[in-house]
Each structure stands twice: as C-alpha cells, then as structure tokens.
C-alpha cells in the first residue's frame, strides 16, 4: 500500500488543521491505520491509532480531547482533526499502516512521506 499524507501548514496557536492520508495500491480497511510525528531534534512519537472499522481509537497524553483520528474506508483515507494546536505540536506528521492495533512505529510496515504542521506563538 502506498500513503501519501497532506494537509500540514502554518497555523497559530489555538488553531486548527486537518491532515489527510490517502491510500492507494490496497484497500484502507486491510490495514491498522496510525499518525506519529517527528520534531527537529526528537525522536518519533505516537500521536493516534485507529482500528480496521473505526471502533476503536487511542491517543497519546498530550493531544488527547484535541486531535481526532477517523477513517473513510471507502474513500481508502485517513484523517487527523487537529484543535487547540499548541507550538509543542509543531512537527513532521506520519502516517502509517500495519496489520496489529498499538502505538509502537515497530507495529507499521507502511509509511507516508510526511506532512509538516507548524505552528506559531
């Protein structure tokens, strides 16, 4: 399956962005689907998980009651509703597919290119 992640920018702090990750060569629903981020200087990071259907949904601490995650199976796209973004948010965002449900990058076999999301103070 191939990814190709978009929807990153500049924002201001308070802001909102929505990601979007785009599948082709497979069908979305085959997959696991996840968002990590990368900041200059850090290591990856988990930010969001979603299940095959949808039903089940995990978050890293620090954007939980923010950021959203949400498949359209049928579109074969994932999405990432980004609220309340905060300058600790700025990074390159990921997205990701595997086969098993977690928030270890080990889990994803397939990756997108990135997407950068800055935002200001």
């Known amino acids: 399956v191939q990814l190709q992640a978009s929807g990153g920018g500049l924002v201001q702090a308070g802001g909102s962005l929505r990601l979007s990750c785009a599948a082709s060569g497979r069908t979305l629903s085959s997959y696991v689907m996840g968002w990590f981020r990368q900041a200059p200087g850090k290591e990856r990071e988990f930010v969001a998980s979603i299940s095959y259907t949808g039903a089940h949904t995990a978050y890293t601490d620090s954007v939980e009651g923010r950021f959203t995650i949400s498949r359209d199976n049928i579109k074969n796209t994932v999405y990432l509703q980004m609220n309340s973004l905060q300058p600790e948010d700025t990074a390159v965002y990921y997205c990701?597919?595997?086969?098993?449900?977690?928030?270890?990058?080990?889990?994803?076999?397939?990756w997108g290119q990135g997407t950068l999301v800055t935002v200001s103070s």
């Open positions: 990701a597919a595997g086969l098993t449900y977690g928030r270890s990058y080990r889990l994803y076999s397939y």
